[in-house]
C-alpha cells in the first residue's frame, strides 16, 4: 500500500493549482460588487441578477441547451453502435477506414472540422440553422462515446453474450438482455459526455449555424471579444458549474462500473 | 474462438449506420473542402463558382477538369501572409506542446506515486478543467492578464517588475493560453503510460544497486515513450490549427493559421481560399495523424 509523500504533493500540487485558480478567480470575481478586476466591491449577485435581464442571452442559453440534449441522445446511440461493430464483429471490409473516422475527429483541428462541414450544407444547399449544428455536433461526439463505449466493451467478459446465445437467444435478444444492461453505465457516461461537448463547443457551431439558432458561446464570444464584462464572468461561472457536475457524474459512472467488473474477468 | 458467424441483417445495421453517417458527415466533407479549394472565388452567394458536375459524362468530366483552378493556391505560396501563419502556427503549437511534456511529467508521475484510489479522483481533478468550454478558460486568462489584473498585482506586489508588463495581445498570451488549455491532455496519456508499467522493472534496477534518478532515467523515461507520442499528438495536432485562445489573447499583427481560415471564411468571403489553407493543414497534419492512427489500432490489437 502506498503512502501519499511529500514528494507526491509537491509534484501534484502546483500543477493542480494552476489548472484551478484561473477558473477560480473568475468564479470569485462573478460576485465582484464593483466589476473591475482591481478593486473589490465586496460580495454581490450584482451580475447575476444583470443576466436575468438579458434576454438575446437567455434565449441563445436554451438553444443551446436544446442542442445539446439531441446532439447527447443521437450521437450516444450511433457511437454505441459504432463501438459494438468494432469490438464484436472483428474483420470487416472498410475497418480501417471506419477506425479512421472514429479516431480522426478527437484530434481534428475544430476550424477545419467546421469548415468542412459547412461547406457540406451549403452544396447540398440545405438551409443553416439548429439541425445542422445538431448534425455537426453529432458527427464529433458520436466519436467520443464510441471510444468511451469501445473501452468498456473490451473490459466485460464476452463469455456472456456467447453462453446467452448457445442457450438460443437471437442476436439482438442478446443485445438487450445481456450486453445493453452491462455497458449502460459507459453508455449513460459518453451521453453525459456527448452533452458536454456539444455544450462547450464554439468553433464548429460558429460554422454550421444560421438565423435563429445563435448558441450560448456564439454571442458570449461576440460579447468577450470586446473586452472582460463582469455579467459574461457571471454566465461563464454558471457554465462551469453545470458542465462541471455533468463531467463529474460521468466520470464516476465509469470509474465505479469498472472497479465493480473488475474481478469478474479473471 | 467460435467459427465467423454469419452476417446478419441486425449486424449490418449496426455497422451501417454509424458508418453511413460518418461518410456522408465526415468524408464526403474533406471532398468538398478538395472541390471547392479548386474553384475560383467569385463575389455571389456561394461565394465560389460552381464546378460542373462529375457524373454528367465525360464531356461534363473534361469541363469540371478544365474549370478547376489553381488560384488558391497559388495565392497562398505566393502571399507571405499565409506563410507566416503557417510558421508561426506550427512554431507556437511545438513549443507550447514541448513546455506542456516538461509540465505534465512531474503531475503525472507524482498521481501513479499515491494510493490507487487516489488515483482516480486525481485524474479526474486534472480532466475536470477540461470540460470546462475553451472560451471559459481562455476568458479567464483575458481577466487574469488584464493591465491592472491580479497576474500584474501579483508581479508588483512581489518586485518582480517595477512596471506591470503588456500581457494582452502578445504570444506569451498564446503560449499561456494554449499551455492551460492543453494540459490535461497532456498529463492523462502520460499517466496511463507511467501506470501500466511494470513495477518489478523499477524494483529489480533498485535491487541491483541502481540509484533512483538512473532509474527514472534509464528505465521509466524511456518506457513512457508511447505517453509521450500519444500526448504530443493529441495537444500538437488542436493547437496547431487552434482558434480561439490566439484570437482572444494574442494581438493582431500576425495571426495563427486558424485564425486565417476564420478571416477568409468569414471575413472575406473567400470560401476558395479558406478550403486551400484547409486542405494545406490537412496534408501538414496527415502524418501526425497517420502515426496517431497505427499507434491506435496497435493499442487496440493489444486488447
Known amino acids: ?266 | 474462438m467460435n467459427a465467423q458467424p454469419k452476417r446478419s441483417f441486425s449486424e449490418k445495421l449496426v455497422r451501417g449506420v454509424p458508418y453511413a453517417w460518418l461518410l456522408v458527415f465526415f468524408l464526403v466533407p474533406f471532398l468538398i473542402v478538395l472541390k471547392i479549394s479548386l474553384s475560383q472565388s467569385v463575389s455571389a452567394t456561394p461565394p465560389y463558382a460552381p464546378l460542373t458536375e462529375l457524373w454528367a459524362c465525360w464531356h461534363g468530366f473534361t469541363t469540371f477538369l478544365s474549370g478547376l483552378s489553381l488560384d488558391s493556391y497559388r495565392l497562398i505560396a505566393i502571399d507571405p501572409l499565409y506563410l507566416l501563419a503557417f510558421v508561426k502556427s506550427i512554431e507556437v503549437a511545438a513549443f507550447s506542446t514541448l513546455l506542456m511534456l516538461i509540465l505534465s511529467y512531474p503531475i503525472a508521475y507524482g498521481i501513479t506515486r499515491t494510493p490507487r484510489r487516489l488515483q482516480m479522483l486525481l485524474i479526474i481533478l486534472v480532466m475536470l478543467p477540461f470540460w470546462t468550454a475553451l472560451l471559459v478558460r481562455t476568458y479567464a486568462w483575458m481577466n487574469i492578464l488584464q493591465h491592472d489584473g491580479p497576474l500584474n498585482r501579483l508581479l508588483m506586489a512581489l518586485h518582480v517588475v517595477n512596471e506591470p508588463p503588456t500581457w494582452l495581445g502578445t504570444d506569451t498570451a498564446i503560449y499561456i493560453g494554449i499551455v492551460y488549455a492543453y494540459l490535461p491532455l497532456m498529463v492523462l496519456p502520460l499517466y496511463v503510460a507511467l501506470k501500466t508499467l511494470d513495477e518489478a522493472l523499477l524494483d529489480a534496477a533498485a535491487d541491483l544497486g541502481c540509484p533512483r534518478w538512473k532509474v527514472f532515467w534509464q528505465v521509466t523515461l524511456p518506457l513512457s515513450a508511447p505517453g509521450v507520442v500519444v500526448g504530443t499528438l493529441l495537444c500538437f495536432i488542436p493547437a496547431v490549427g487552434e482558434f480561439v485562445i490566439p484570437d482572444l489573447l494574442g494581438g493582431s499583427q500576425a495571426p495563427m493559421v486558424g485564425q486565417t481560415i476564420w478571416a477568409e471564411f468569414f471575413g472575406h468571403k473567400d470560401w476558395p481560399t479558406a478550403a486551400a489553407v484547409a486542405v494545406a493543414l490537412l496534408c501538414l497534419l496527415v502524418t501526425p495523424i497517420a502515426i496517431f492512427q497505427s499507434h491506435a489500432a496497435q493499442t487496440a490489437k493489444r486488447n
Open chain 1, 1 to 266: 500500500m502506498r503512502k501519499l509523500s511529500a514528494f507526491n504533493i509537491a509534484s501534484i500540487l502546483p500543477g493542480v493549482a494552476f489548472l484551478y485558480a484561473p477558473i477560480a478567480f473568475l468564479v470569485v470575481h462573478s460576485f465582484n460588487a464593483s466589476g473591475l478586476v482591481a478593486t473589490w466591491g465586496g460580495w454581490s449577485l450584482r451580475w447575476y441578477g444583470e443576466l436575468a435581464g438579458d434576454g438575446p442571452l437567455l434565449e441563445a442559453a436554451f438553444v443551446s441547451l436544446r442542442l445539446a440534449f439531441v446532439v447527447a441522445t443521437a450521437a450516444t446511440i450511433l457511437g454505441a453502435l459504432a463501438a459494438i461493430a468494432l469490438v464484436r464483429f472483428g474483420r470487416f471490409r472498410g475497418r480501417l477506414v471506419f477506425t479512421t473516422m472514429i479516431y480522426s475527429p478527437l484530434v481534428m483541428p475544430e476550424v477545419i472540422a467546421g469548415l468542412a462541414m459547412v461547406l457540406l450544407f451549403v452544396a447540398v444547399a440545405i438551409d443553416r440553422g439548429f439541425w445542422t449544428v445538431a448534425i455537426a455536433h453529432t458527427t464529433m461526439a458520436m466519436c467520443l462515446v464510441a471510444v468511451i463505449v469501445q473501452a468498456h466493451l473490451f473490459d466485460f467478459d464476452k463469455g456472456l453474450e456467447e453462453a446467452a446465445m448457445d442457450l438460443g437467444a437471437s442476436p439482438p435478444h442478446t443485445f438487450l438482455t445481456i450486453t445493453l444492461p452491462l455497458i449502460l453505465p459507459a453508455i449513460a457516461a459518453g451521453w453525459l459526455l456527448a452533452f458536454a461537448l456539444s455544450l462547450d463547443d464554439l468553433a464548429i457551431a460558429s460554422f454550421t449555424t444560421g438565423p435563429g439558432a445563435t448558441t450560448l458561446w456564439i454571442r458570449i464570444y461576440s460579447e468577450v471579444r470586446r473586452g472582460v464584462k463582469p455579467e459574461m464572468d457571471a454566465i461563464c461561472s454558471i457554465m462551469v458549474g453545470v458542465v462541471g457536475i455533468i463531467v463529474i457524474a460521468a466520470s464516476l459512472l465509469v470509474k465505479f462500473n469498472r472497479g465493480k467488473e473488475a474481478p469478474a474477468r479473471r
